[in-house]
């Protein structure tokens, strides 16, 4: 998952428009070399001309050679483009890998439920879980437009009946509630799926 899908990330940064891909990279800098068929010869045959003229780089992909005939300078360009696109990846990876979308994730959907499942967690990582809890909700939910917990006991436990409106008041409530809840709750071998359907039982909610 993304802060944005990987298209509209790439159109933000302007990565699309670039070409930086290997082929269109190659199509700006030389051309292709190329075999065509020749009737009277009745087989293939490569144009020789630009044999010793122009570096050849071949793709190991699929065999393609192509005849470099840039100046330095747009190598160079290229290089510098290259570079620039290696470290906005770099920054993006180390952000979906920090705080809370290290271990959440992304959550891209507006309407979301978060099913709370601590099962026979110890007090410390009770607390654990509700750090990071509380985490995802001060960071990415106060991002979306509705959202609600549930969690799973024998009795379900809901924070609102139905999903509710992000503002920095509903999360922070919501935060408020997460460390109210006490550690051990009677939980049946059927809770966790009550609670899983009790969450798609609503129909705003898209995850």
């Known amino acids: 998952q993304s802060l944005v899908s990987s298209s509209k990330w790439l159109q933000h940064y302007g990565l699309k428009s670039n070409k930086l891909s290997l082929s269109q990279i190659l199509s700006q800098i030389g051309f292709q070399h190329r075999k065509d068929y020749v009737t009277t010869l009745g087989k293939p045959v490569t144009s020789r001309y630009a044999d010793g003229l122009f570096p050849q780089y071949k793709r190991a992909q699929d065999g393609t050679v192509y005849n470099l005939t840039a100046k330095k300078e747009l190598i160079l360009h ?20 920090s705080e809370s979308r290290q271990i959440f994730g992304v959550i891209q959907e507006q309407c979301v439920v978060i099913v709370l499942d601590f099962g026979t967690a110890a007090p410390t990582e009770f607390d654990l879980c509700r750090d990071a809890l509380s985490m995802v909700l001060v960071e990415q939910v106060i991002q979306i437009s509705r959202f609600n917990l549930i969690r799973v006991a024998q009795d379900l436990m809901k924070w609102r009946q139905k999903c509710t409106p992000v503002s920095e008041h509903t999360v922070k409530s919501a935060v408020t ?3 109210k809840l006490d550690h051990m709750t009677a939980v049946s071998h059927t809770s966790s799926a009550e609670a899983l359907l009790e969450a798609m039982g609503d129909e705003a909610v898209s995850s």
């Open 78 to 97: 290229f290089v510098d483009c290259l570079i620039g696109a290696i470290e906005l990846y770099k920054q993006r990876m180390e952000w979906l890998t």
């Open 177 to 179: 509630w997460l460390w």
